[in-house]
């Protein structure tokens, strides 16, 4: 089937030739009936070669997936059995280049889907894995509230501030007077993230001492982590989940003359435009360009207004941290710029991840623009979504406009 396909690109780079010769040598003289007729058949073939390819290809598809689907109807092996985890390496390794007792383990492991839905879903233990590596890129997901819904149904999360509701002293056998909670909603919903293709060659995948899980995963992680990541931190919320930074309230502007920097000044009050009722778990995020500028920055008494974590802060220490308070390190904040927010302070566990439950899937492509290549493709998919449940629990500094 290869060699077919491959003879099939041939015609089409050949036609291809043909026609772009023909377009070259007329240059803007005006085309002769002949001279159309001729060009509209080189463009014809090439349609009708690529609409075979295409053809073949989804042949191929289904022939894999009605490999593992009749895997379902054969009995099991006798023997020992293949767990979850080294089903999905046989599936990463070899994909329908298995036998049927293999295939039975794959189709049992990972629950299958259409081709258009996204691949085959992968275990939890391996969902897990994905979720983990994603964790180190950026730091959102490390200070955020993730939480996990067993669908993907628009939810609208209940909000409710109540940093300025105090009660009352009532005299003896006196009622209490009302004051009802004003509650809000704040939408979280998920969008479907794919990782792209990746390419990796095929000696690599079925080398045996290679963990071919770790190194998948990890690959098809960090475009999903950087991407998510991003959109955590300043999506727009516009077919793209709400990042923190584009919903949290201002908190401080710099003066003329900030473009590039900010002052001791400036973060004193930053750290106390957010409630103190948010300040006990509070943090700084921004970039790391912009901690290269904090770290030289000194306190009105001459004191460096960073302080160097313990050295064993993984463990059991204490984190570095900017004016007495830990920070995380995002590469997606902006850097300091005219009119940027390129610092946020506050709570950042009232920043939710929602993640759809089971929505982790993958999928191995053993097509010609692949296998022509001695390589196999992969693509990763996941849905997940964000948004700041209260505006005023995390507050930004925006550098001056000159």
Known sequence: MDANIQSLREKIAHFSNQANALLAEKG????????????????????????????IEKNRELDAENFFKDATNAAKPNG?????????????????????EQAL?????????TAAEGGYTVPAEIAAMVVDSMKAFGGMRQVAQVISTAGGNSLNYPTSDGTSEVGEIVAENAAATGADITFGTVAVNPYKYSSKKIALPVELIQDSAIDVIQFV??????????ITNTHYTVGTGS???????ARAATGKTGTTGQTLTVIYDDLIDLIHSVNSAYRGNARFMFRDTTLAI??????????????????????????????????????DVAAMAANAKSIAFGDFSKFVIRD?????????????????????GFCGWTRTGSNLL?????????????
């Open 28 to 55: 803007s003289q005006i085309w002769t009936p002949e001279e159309q007729t001729k060009f509209d058949g080189f463009t014809n073939s090439i349609e009708s070669a690529q609409k075979q390819i295409k053809s």
């Open 217 to 226: 995963v990890n690959r098809l992680a960090q475009r999903l982590g950087r």
């Open 356 to 376: 759809v439950a089971n929505s982790t899937t993958m999928r191995r492509f053993d097509d010609s623009a692949f296998a022509l290549n001695g390589q196999v």
């Open 294 to 331: 904090l770290r030289k920055m000194k306190d009105t008494t001459g004191r460096p207004i960073w302080t160097p974590g313990d050295s064993e802060s993984i463990t059991n220490g204490a984190p570095a941290t900017v004016c007495g308070y830990a920070y995380t390190v995002n590469d």
């Open 239 to 245: 077919s793209q989940p709400f990042g923190v930074m």
């Open 390 to 402: 209260d505006t005023g629990a995390v507050k930004v500094y925006i550098n001056s406009a000159t």
């Open 80 to 100: 020992e059995t293949i767990d979850a985890v080294a089903a999905v390496a046989l599936y990463m390794r070899y994909g329908s280049n298995v036998s049927t």
């Open 105 to 113: 383990a794959i189709r049992n492991a990972m629950s299958t889907t």
